[in-house]
């Protein structure tokens, strides 16, 4: 199994940066791809940012440009920089990781750390 704990997170002003880190540990290596997800209130869960073992990413359209994604592979780490934070990014932000278990893709998901932004 692999477990997930974040940090980071908190409260941002419009235009504000914040950073979040999610630290992967048990079956690290089938770890295939790592990434955020979030939830803001009364929404689904959505997609932000995804990265491979070999640093291919993936954005939602509504963060590009803003939210960067990166992966330490050595430290089984996972980061995101949120960037001109808006209103509207405000929620809780989950990592997530995509492993192997036999032929099959798991995913484990972490606690979830909340990201406000308001002034």
């Known amino acids: 199994q692999v477990q997930l704990v974040e940090s980071g997170g908190g409260l941002a002003q419009p235009g504000g940066s914040l950073s979040l880190s999610c630290a992967a540990s048990?079956?690290?290596?089938?770890?295939?791809?790592m990434g955020w997800y979030r939830q803001a209130p009364g929404k689904q869960r959505e997609l932000v940012a995804t990265i491979t073992s070999s640093g291919s990413t993936t954005y939602a359209d509504s963060v590009k440009g803003r939210f960067t994604i990166s992966r330490d592979n050595a430290k089984s780490t996972v980061h995101l920089q949120l960037n001109t934070l808006k209103p509207e990014d405000t929620a809780v932000y989950y990592c997530n990781a995509e492993y192997e278990v036999g032929i099959a893709a798991v995913d484990a998901w972490g606690q979830g750390t909340l990201v406000t932004v308001s002034s």
């Open positions: 048990g079956a690290i290596l089938s770890i295939n791809s």
